[in-house]
């Protein structure tokens, strides 16, 4: 069975430092889909990256990018200048060839002025 | 830009009554999805559709049902409430990158 593994529970970063968020997860798939969603205390659900597994470059959004190391399935988040508006929940996620997102327990981030 | 419309945002039944929830995906989003996260939970996969049929489906009661209309809006019906269906139930719709889903702000039911 496909899991999600987010071994921080809690993490807090400095405004204006940089930050990594640690995700792991097992598949016996080549190709599969990550992503990192962001869940502020408003509750919605915002995609903040995608990772596609056939690609070897990490992707990037602004200030957001993975490291994404295949053969050790693990998916990490880096916030660079942190920013007091990251303050919230991220969630990695894992998709293969079903509609279904597995998500993983969440690491909740703290960004400090 | 649009986003999924979920409605309502907030709703509070009594045990055994019904509840219907409605999303209005993304303009041009083909798929709908519903998710039902608890309280300090991450999200769970319940039910998705694709052009109006059923695409795929997680741990969704029997007491639940859904479906997708011609205009792509998809509607949860829920029956027979119970305490433990409390929770937020996110709508997400996808287009061309059937990856890559796009969450409504979610419907707060809470159930007494």
């Known amino acids: 069975a496909q899991t999600v593994t987010q071994s921080q529970p809690e993490m807090s970063v400095q405004e204006a430092e940089t930050v990594t968020l640690s995700c792991t997860y097992d598949t016996s798939e080549n190709n599969y889909y990550l992503f990192w969603y962001k869940q502020p205390p408003s509750r919605q659900m915002i995609l903040v990256i995608r990772q596609e597994a056939y690609k070897q470059q990490n992707a990037t959004e602004n200030r957001f990018s993975v490291n994404f190391q295949k053969a050790a399935k693990s998916f990490s988040l880096k916030i660079s200048d942190s920013q007091l508006g990251d303050t919230a929940m991220y969630f990695c996620a894992f998709i293969e060839n079903t509609d279904k997102l597995i998500f993983g327990t969440g690491t909740r981030l703290q960004v400090f002025p | 830009a649009a986003g999924v419309i979920q409605s309502p945002r907030h709703l509070i039944k009594e045990k055994r009554e019904t509840a219907t929830l409605k999303c209005y995906p993304i303009p041009r989003h083909d798929t709908v999805y519903w998710y039902q996260q608890g309280p300090g939970q991450d999200p769970q996969f319940l039910i998705s559709?694709?052009?109006?049929?059923?695409?795929d489906k997680g741990s969704i009661p029997d007491r639940f049902s859904a479906q997708q209309f011609s205009d792509y809006h998809s509607e949860l019906n829920m029956s027979s409430l119970e305490l433990g269906d409390s929770a937020l139930y996110f709508c997400?719709?996808?287009?061309?990158?059937?990856?890559?889903?796009?969450f409504g702000p979610g419907t707060r039911l809470t159930v007494t």
């Open positions: 559709f694709y052009e109006k049929m059923q695409s």
């Open positions: 997400a719709s996808s287009a061309n990158r059937p990856y890559e889903q796009y």
